[in-house]
Protein backbone atom coordinates (compact mmCIF):
# COMPACT_ATOMS: atom_id res chain seq x y z
CA UNK A 1 0.00 0.00 0.00
CA UNK A 2 1.29 3.54 -0.97
CA UNK A 3 -0.46 6.72 0.18
CA UNK A 4 0.39 9.91 -1.68
CA UNK A 5 -1.41 13.48 -0.93
CA UNK A 6 -3.83 15.81 -3.30
CA UNK A 7 -3.56 19.10 -3.81
CA UNK A 8 -5.54 19.05 -0.33
CA UNK A 9 -2.72 17.58 1.69
CA UNK A 10 -4.78 16.35 4.37
CA UNK A 11 -6.99 14.18 1.86
CA UNK A 12 -4.96 11.28 1.12
CA UNK A 13 -5.13 8.81 -1.96
CA UNK A 14 -3.98 5.36 -1.28
CA UNK A 15 -2.90 2.69 -4.04
CA UNK A 16 -2.93 -0.99 -2.58
CA UNK A 17 -0.72 -4.14 -3.43
CA UNK A 18 -2.76 -5.49 -5.82
CA UNK A 19 -1.56 -9.42 -6.68
CA UNK A 20 -2.70 -10.97 -9.40
CA UNK A 21 -2.15 -13.66 -12.03
CA UNK A 22 -4.18 -15.63 -14.71
CA UNK A 23 -6.87 -16.81 -11.65
CA UNK A 24 -8.11 -12.70 -11.32
CA UNK A 25 -6.46 -10.75 -7.89
CA UNK A 26 -6.60 -9.92 -4.34
CA UNK A 27 -5.46 -7.07 -2.51
CA UNK A 28 -6.12 -6.40 1.17
CA UNK A 29 -8.26 -3.06 0.79
CA UNK A 30 -7.97 -2.32 4.47
CA UNK A 31 -5.55 -2.77 7.27
CA UNK A 32 -5.61 -0.91 10.56
CA UNK A 33 -1.86 -1.15 11.66
CA UNK A 34 -0.57 -0.56 7.71
CA UNK A 35 -3.04 1.96 7.65
CA UNK A 36 -1.67 4.02 10.70
CA UNK A 37 2.00 3.37 10.22
CA UNK A 38 1.64 5.11 6.60
CA UNK A 39 -0.57 8.12 7.59
CA UNK A 40 0.11 8.13 11.35
CA UNK A 41 -3.94 8.21 11.91
CA UNK A 42 -6.05 5.98 13.57
CA UNK A 43 -9.56 6.32 12.83
CA UNK A 44 -12.28 4.20 13.79
CA UNK A 45 -14.99 3.34 11.39
CA UNK A 46 -18.61 2.63 12.26
CA UNK A 47 -20.29 2.56 9.36
CA UNK A 48 -19.77 0.94 5.87
CA UNK A 49 -21.83 2.05 2.73
CA UNK A 50 -22.59 0.69 -0.74
CA UNK A 51 -23.78 2.80 -3.99
CA UNK A 52 -25.17 1.69 -7.48
CA UNK A 53 -25.21 4.38 -9.98
CA UNK A 54 -25.77 5.29 -13.31
CA UNK A 55 -23.65 6.82 -15.72
CA UNK A 56 -23.73 10.59 -15.18
CA UNK A 57 -25.08 10.60 -11.65
CA UNK A 58 -23.95 13.16 -9.68
CA UNK A 59 -23.94 13.21 -5.60
CA UNK A 60 -23.07 15.91 -3.19
CA UNK A 61 -21.44 17.87 -2.06
CA UNK A 62 -22.42 16.26 1.22
CA UNK A 63 -21.15 16.70 4.72
CA UNK A 64 -22.43 16.34 8.58
CA UNK A 65 -22.41 20.03 10.42
CA UNK A 66 -22.17 17.83 13.37
CA UNK A 67 -21.12 14.02 14.14
CA UNK A 68 -18.43 15.10 11.08
CA UNK A 69 -17.55 12.09 9.26
CA UNK A 70 -14.17 11.11 8.00
CA UNK A 71 -14.69 8.60 4.86
CA UNK A 72 -12.31 5.90 3.11
CA UNK A 73 -13.91 5.36 -0.15
CA UNK A 74 -13.59 3.79 -3.28
CA UNK A 75 -14.86 2.32 -6.33
CA UNK A 76 -15.62 -1.82 -6.60
CA UNK A 77 -17.28 -1.76 -10.42
CA UNK A 78 -17.08 0.81 -12.98
CA UNK A 79 -15.63 4.33 -12.78
CA UNK A 80 -16.50 7.73 -10.67
CA UNK A 81 -14.50 11.38 -10.57
CA UNK A 82 -14.50 12.37 -6.63
CA UNK A 83 -14.55 15.46 -5.97
CA UNK A 84 -13.44 16.89 -2.06
CA UNK A 85 -13.95 20.49 -0.61
CA UNK A 86 -11.99 21.74 2.19
CA UNK A 87 -15.32 23.61 4.29
CA UNK A 88 -12.76 24.68 7.04
CA UNK A 89 -13.08 28.55 7.17
CA UNK A 90 -9.70 28.64 9.44
CA UNK A 91 -8.09 26.45 6.81
CA UNK A 92 -5.44 28.14 4.13
CA UNK A 93 -7.30 25.36 1.73
CA UNK A 94 -10.84 26.88 2.50
CA UNK A 95 -12.94 26.74 -0.73
CA UNK A 96 -10.42 24.93 -2.41
CA UNK A 97 -11.25 21.20 -4.11
CA UNK A 98 -9.77 18.33 -5.50
CA UNK A 99 -10.30 15.56 -7.68
CA UNK A 100 -9.48 11.93 -8.19
CA UNK A 101 -10.57 9.29 -10.40
CA UNK A 102 -11.34 6.22 -8.54
CA UNK A 103 -11.92 2.87 -10.35
CA UNK A 104 -12.50 -0.65 -10.19
CA UNK A 105 -9.26 -0.90 -12.34
CA UNK A 106 -7.17 0.99 -10.39
CA UNK A 107 -8.14 0.70 -7.14
CA UNK A 108 -7.38 3.14 -5.36
CA UNK A 109 -9.12 4.69 -2.35
CA UNK A 110 -9.15 8.07 -0.84
CA UNK A 111 -9.23 9.53 2.72
CA UNK A 112 -11.09 11.94 3.09
CA UNK A 113 -11.22 13.28 6.89
CA UNK A 114 -13.77 14.86 8.67
CA UNK A 115 -13.84 19.38 7.47
CA UNK A 116 -13.86 18.22 3.93
CA UNK A 117 -17.30 18.33 1.68
CA UNK A 118 -17.27 15.29 -0.44
CA UNK A 119 -19.42 14.26 -4.08
CA UNK A 120 -19.05 11.91 -7.08
CA UNK A 121 -19.86 12.05 -10.28
CA UNK A 122 -20.15 8.08 -12.32
CA UNK A 123 -18.50 7.93 -15.33
CA UNK A 124 -19.64 4.86 -16.45
CA UNK A 125 -22.85 2.25 -15.92
CA UNK A 126 -23.34 0.58 -12.44
CA UNK A 127 -20.55 2.32 -10.58
CA UNK A 128 -20.27 0.73 -7.41
CA UNK A 129 -18.77 2.87 -4.75
CA UNK A 130 -17.97 1.73 -1.46
CA UNK A 131 -17.07 3.74 1.87
CA UNK A 132 -16.48 3.35 5.54
CA UNK A 133 -16.98 6.36 7.57
CA UNK A 134 -16.04 7.69 11.14
CA UNK A 135 -18.96 8.27 12.57
CA UNK A 136 -22.95 7.64 11.81
CA UNK A 137 -25.31 9.14 9.39
CA UNK A 138 -27.10 12.00 10.88
CA UNK A 139 -30.36 13.12 8.29
CA UNK A 140 -30.59 16.44 10.87
CA UNK A 141 -27.23 17.28 10.70
CA UNK A 142 -26.40 16.40 6.97
CA UNK A 143 -25.67 19.52 4.80
CA UNK A 144 -25.41 19.97 0.77
CA UNK A 145 -23.19 22.07 -0.95
CA UNK A 146 -24.32 22.93 -4.28
CA UNK A 147 -22.32 20.88 -7.05
CA UNK A 148 -22.29 23.39 -9.56
CA UNK A 149 -21.16 26.54 -7.05
CA UNK A 150 -19.53 29.24 -9.42
CA UNK A 151 -17.31 30.75 -6.41
CA UNK A 152 -15.78 27.17 -6.28
CA UNK A 153 -15.76 26.36 -10.47
CA UNK A 154 -15.80 22.65 -10.14
CA UNK A 155 -14.50 20.92 -13.16
CA UNK A 156 -17.01 17.80 -13.10
CA UNK A 157 -15.59 16.10 -16.71
CA UNK A 158 -19.01 16.30 -17.50
CA UNK A 159 -20.07 14.31 -20.92
CA UNK A 160 -23.55 14.86 -20.37
CA UNK A 161 -26.10 16.88 -17.73
CA UNK A 162 -25.42 15.48 -14.30
CA UNK A 163 -28.38 12.96 -12.84
CA UNK A 164 -29.32 14.67 -9.34
CA UNK A 165 -31.44 13.88 -6.73
CA UNK A 166 -33.97 16.69 -5.08
CA UNK A 167 -31.71 16.94 -1.73
CA UNK A 168 -28.99 17.85 -4.37
CA UNK A 169 -31.05 20.25 -6.48
CA UNK A 170 -31.31 22.39 -3.35
CA UNK A 171 -27.92 22.93 -2.04
CA UNK A 172 -26.34 26.20 -1.16
CA UNK A 173 -23.34 27.94 -2.67
CA UNK A 174 -20.45 27.52 -0.16
CA UNK A 175 -20.92 31.29 0.99
CA UNK A 176 -24.48 30.43 1.86
CA UNK A 177 -23.41 27.26 3.21
CA UNK A 178 -22.74 26.11 7.47
CA UNK A 179 -19.09 25.40 7.34
CA UNK A 180 -16.54 24.12 10.19
CA UNK A 181 -14.71 26.83 12.11
Given amino acids: MKTSPTSLPEVLCIAPE??????GFFYESFNTRRFTELTGLSPVFVQDN???????????????????????????RGAALDVVVDIRR????????????????????????????????????????????TDYWMPAHERCIRWDDPDLGIDWQLQA???????????????????YP
Avoid at 18 to 23: C, E, I, K, L, S
Wanted: net charge positive; glycine share 8%.
Fill in 18 to 23: VFGDAR
Fill in 50 to 76: HTRSAKNVLRGLHYQIVHPQGKLVRVI
Fill in 90 to 133: SSPGFGQWTSTVLSADNKHQLWIPPGFAHGFVALADDTEFLYKT
Fill in 161 to 179: APILSAKDMLGLPLKHADT
